[in-house]
Structures are given as C-alpha cells and as structure tokens.
C-alpha cells in the first residue's frame, strides 16, 4: 500500500502562484509514477502533469504546458506540482495520484491505483 497526502492548495488571484506537494508513505520503493489530476464541480477528472519516479521524465496536459512544472525529491518521497501564471479556469480539486506498475500510459485515471484525498485551488479574477 502507498499512502499520499497533498498540500499547498488555497486561494489566489489570477495571474499568481502556488505550490503544491504530495507526500508518499507505505510501499514507497515500488513507486513508478506519480501524477496530479483534477477535478473541477461537474467534471471529470482531469490529467494535469506526471513524473515517472526513475528518470525523471515529465508529462503535461496542453492547458498546463509552459505555466505548471512537476518536480520530485526521490529522498522525501515527495512530488512537486509548481503553479504559475494561474488563471481561473484551474480553479479544481488537485488530486495527486500514484503508480506502482510499469505502464506506458500517464494520460488518464485509470493507469494509476493509489490516489490522495486532494487539495482546493481557487483562482479568483
């Protein structure tokens, strides 16, 4: 089992920053990739960015690209999801998500199996 807990959320204006975290505890050597989805009010949850936990290689959703950057601490068991240039429309549930099994797919839920309660963002115009 991999347990992850996610922090960092709040309100911002647009155009502002946030910085978000997701810490893994559990069966932590197993990790493959670890992702950030959202969810907004009536939505369906959305990819954002993922990280695959050996290399390093990053994934991003085309709306995030260029504003939102993903980063892990391999040592703190910890990934980064850094949020600029914000704008309303990000306003969601942050959800940070895991993988523990090899999988070339990063884009959707289902390629994951351990998720975190999530985090608020709200951006305010």
């Known amino acids: 089992q991999v347990q992850l807990v996610e922090s960092g959320g709040g309100l911002v204006l647009a155009g502002g920053s946030l910085r978000l975290s997701c810490a893994a505890s559990?069966?932590?050597?197993?990790?493959?990739?670890m992702g950030w989805f959202r969810q907004a009010p009536g939505k369906e949850r959305e990819f954002v960015a993922a990280?695959?936990?050996?290399?390093?290689?990053?994934y991003y959703a085309d709306s995030v690209k260029g504003r939102f950057a993903i980063s892990r601490d391999n040592a703190k068991n910890t990934v980064y999801l850094q949020m600029n240039s914000l704008k309303p429309e990000d306003t969601a549930v942050y959800l940070c998500a895991a993988r523990t099994y090899d999988s070339r797919t990063y884009y959707y839920p289902f390629a994951y199996n351990y998720w975190g309660q999530g985090t608020q963002v709200t951006v305010s115009s």
């Open positions: 990280i695959s936990w050996s290399e390093g290689t990053t």
């Open positions: 559990g069966r932590t050597f197993s990790l493959n990739v």
